[in-house]
């Protein structure tokens, strides 16, 4: 084809004889080739779209630690002694406890004293009585959860009517 001004080189309106077609001669590398193509597209015939998709087995494992939370509805409640309290030697107090666990055959109960309130506390509420005098205790916490706890507190001489806090602090752990 030859060009001409202002006519481009693929117009199809162009009717000037084609040029003549050279004959070639295929190869046994082309054939390898094509046939190397062919078994590639019969093989993966979706392409990269296959891809996508994957599937295995996966184990997944996990281990949780055992905890426990002693938890007090009125831990923080101060509690009234009055001159009757102060002339009789004791005052009574009830507090309600929650324990959170996810190993309740394991949990213990630590009662520690807080010097000056009181001489000794006698605690009910547990398998058996307790008396608590100047250094700590620890029991093995009930199976249930919610523990209602009673303490009498046999009060210092020195102690004058007014309001005070609880003169122990529980806590639990896990053994």
Known sequence: ?????GKRLDDPTVTEPAAPVARRFVGVHDLRCVAVLLSGLLVFPLGSARADVASAPLQVSAQVLPHVRL????ADADFLVTPADVERGYVDVQRHYQLRTNAPERVAVQIHPRVGLAEAIDIAGFDGPLRLLDSSLEVTAPERRELDLSFRL?????VTPGTYPLPLQLAASVH
């Open 71 to 74: 938890l007090a509805a009125d």
């Open 1 to 5: 084809m030859t060009a001409r001004p």
């Open 154 to 158: 046999w009060l210092n001489p020195a």
